[in-house]
């Protein structure tokens, strides 16, 4: 053999066995659980469903804890089409999502909005409600990707339970499910999709009628920790006379440490069923 082909083979068996290396430590990860978590070593670098409202495919590894929270979460609406007079501020604050990891590719969520303030005013007339607010449990399950890949998907089923003590909810049950995709494209940029099903309750009755959701988000690092994201998102029910709601979406990521991310945005109403205006800041930490 020339020296250029022994070369040749040399780095071919050199990438043939590190990716069986690699194959090995993911096939070595499906034996973790809630009661015998991952080791440090072979988790997957921290994803987190939020500040975007396109969820993450990727799930928390095996035995672990991620707690992603708003420290303060402000909508305002003002051209309302319905009631064109009317401006509504609502704060929410230290709504989070807490997640713990019971399979290699499989969380369990449970999300709170433990208080939120809402103030009406109308032709003069101000109304105010707060309290705290629904209950929603989500079960994502990872189908490919999660450790590797330049894609991957996952199913996220969830039920909203009625907590509400403040009259911001419906005191009804109501589910769905969401499919999130995660796409890894060139230069170092990554997409994500959104597609989500709900079934949620009439407001003039008592049948359940279907709510469709779809978003898409790019984002892509800036310098350092420093990442950003576009987004955009639409919402529209089958619900009589609904309209549609859709927001153009932007924010920064910050990653302070391997296990703490901070984050800030804005959801900026595109239509006129939309909030005008979303702000918001907040924070992902990982144990």
Known sequence: MHRKQILALLIFLFHAVSAQAADQAVSNKQQYHL????????????????????ESPYTVDAGHVQVEMSLIDHAYDHHNPDEPQTRVDTFSYA?????????NNADLQ?????????????????????????????LKVNIWGNDGGQTALALMPFIKFPTDRGHFGNDDMEGGIIVPLAV?????????????????????????????????????????GLSGYVEFFSHISTEEDAKLVAT???????????????????????????????????????Y
């Open 248 to 286: 153009v979406d932007a924010g920064l990521t910050y990653a302070l440490t391997e296990y703490i991310q901070l984050d800030m945005g804005i959801n900026i109403g595109a239509t006129a069923a939309a909030d005008d205006l979303n702000p918001f800041c907040g924070f992902s930490m990982r």
């Open 184 to 224: 890894g494209l060139a230069a170092e940029w990554n997409m994500g999709l959104m597609a989500e099903v709900d079934l949620n309750k009439n407001k003039s009755d008592d049948n359940y009628h279907r709510e469709y959701i779809h978003s898409i988000t790019f984002g892509h690092a800036i310098v350092g």
């Open 35 to 54: 009661f015998h978590p991952t080791p440090v070593e072979l988790m997957r670098e921290m994803s987190t469903d939020r500040p975007d409202k396109t």
């Open 110 to 138: 449970v999300i709170i909005n433990p208080y939120a303030h809402e103030k009406t005013r109308e032709d003069g007339v101000h109304s105010t409600k707060e309290g705290f607010g629904d209950m929603q449990t989500r």
């Open 95 to 103: 709504p989070a999502n807490f997640k713990i990891g019971l399979l």
